[in-house]
């Protein structure tokens, strides 16, 4: 089969990528490299069945040549990052929402499987824990800028759901839960690589808030295996899908593990989250996935635990740091941590 991926440059992206051409598929990737990067592809570029085209989604010509070659769309270009929604409200809204309406349009035409990668974010502020599909969406107030991102995915999903109703452009949903895994960088504010990183070069781990806060962690491995999963099922066409592990740790908790797993001498820190975001910031409490549409439609769920993927996170920075080439004049020791 032959697939486009918006946002292919990305950390779920690439790994995407890496995964269809193992199955002997076919990749084009559209990403304009504004939080993806070359980095995370130079390996596929030369692969024969992998074609890159760093572009915007924007370019209309493009969007409809490359959708036009694919079976199905995986539409991943997406701002994303709470650091990135909280400082950049606008592109935030200007990317998710005008983006996702192109691609849509372009895949309507030949009425090619848009497969649209949502968050976790937008249950927002909901305490049923755990989360399922068609629960109620409970977001903060419009003068938040955080709620932004969540409000754009919102978006994004009835626009999806309607081309599917109103059109008969197959769609499918995803919500996915903090993935994490190699090559996700902490730049956007992501709390694992930020953690790990800190612990490694021996700086404080910053916890925001009171800490209490919950996440589940889900390998990006068992996300793209449980988005290929959907993909080969026609029942899933039209739905929305959770995404996730369900394993919950408050973000302390996290701190500690990451301390324990890197062996760090790093202290842990708390910053309030006037001083981590802006004055105002509000935070969800807890967030775990219902995994059992997943389940009930592919067998499958994620199951890779917590300090096995906090181990490959860990190894994939040393290894980042262990390639940095030495400058002449500096000794070893003296090495910083690149991002
Ligand atoms: N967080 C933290 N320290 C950091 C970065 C994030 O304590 O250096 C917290 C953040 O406030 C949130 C959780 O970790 O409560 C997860 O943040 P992330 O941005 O990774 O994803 P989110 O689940 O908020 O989308």
């Known amino acids: 089969m032959r697939h486009l991926i918006t946002g292919g440059a990305g950390f779920i992206g690439s790994h995407l990528s890496e995964a269809l051409l193992r199955r002997g598929d076919e990749v084009f990737i559209l990403d304009d490299l504004s939080t993806g990067s070359v980095e995370n592809v130079r390996h596929l570029k030369t692969h024969p069945r992998f074609h890159h085209f760093f572009d915007s989604i924007t370019n209309k010509h493009l969007l409809a040549e490359l959708v036009d070659e694919s079976d199905v769309v995986f539409h991943l270009a997406a701002a994303v990052g709470v650091r990135l929604i909280v400082e950049s409200p606008v592109r935030t809204l200007e990317t998710n929402v005008y983006g996702t309406q192109l691609v849509l349009d372009a895949a309507s035409k030949k009425k090619k499987l848009v497969v649209t990668a949502s968050t976790s974010e937008v249950y927002g502020k909901s305490e049923k824990v755990p989360f ?152 969800m409490l807890r967030r775990v996935p219902s995994l059992q549409k997943l389940e009930l439609l592919t067998g499958f769920r994620p199951s890779t635990r917590l300090h096995e993927i906090v181990d490959r996170v860990t190894a994939y920075f040393q290894s980042k740091v262990a390639a940095q080439p030495l400058p002449a004049t500096l000794p070893a020791s003296a090495m910083a941590t690149p991002e």
Request: net charge negative; glycine share 10%; aromatic share 8%.
């Open 132 to 283: 399922t599909e068609d629960a109620d969406l409970v977001l903060g107030p419009t003068t938040k800028g955080r709620w932004s991102y969540a409000a754009s995915k919102a978006l994004d999903e009835f626009l999806a759901l309607s081309y599917w109703k109103e059109k008969k452009q197959p769609v499918l949903v995803v919500r996915l839960f903090n993935t994490v895994g190699p090559r996700q960088t902490g730049r956007y504010g992501m709390v694992l690589p930020t953690f790990v990183r800190q612990a490694l070069d021996g700086a404080p781990i910053t916890v925001y808030g009171s800490g209490r806060q919950s996440r589940c962690f889900c390998d990006v491995r068992d996300t793209i295996e449980g988005l290929l999963r959907l993909v080969g099922n026609d029942h899933a066409v039209g739905e929305v899908v959770n995404i996730g592990s369900d394993e919950e740790i408050s973000i302390e908790g996290l701190a500690r593990v990451v301390k324990e797993r890197t062996g760090s001498e790093s202290p842990i820190t708390r910053i309030p989250y006037d001083q981590a975001y802006e004055p105002g910031f509000e935070d």
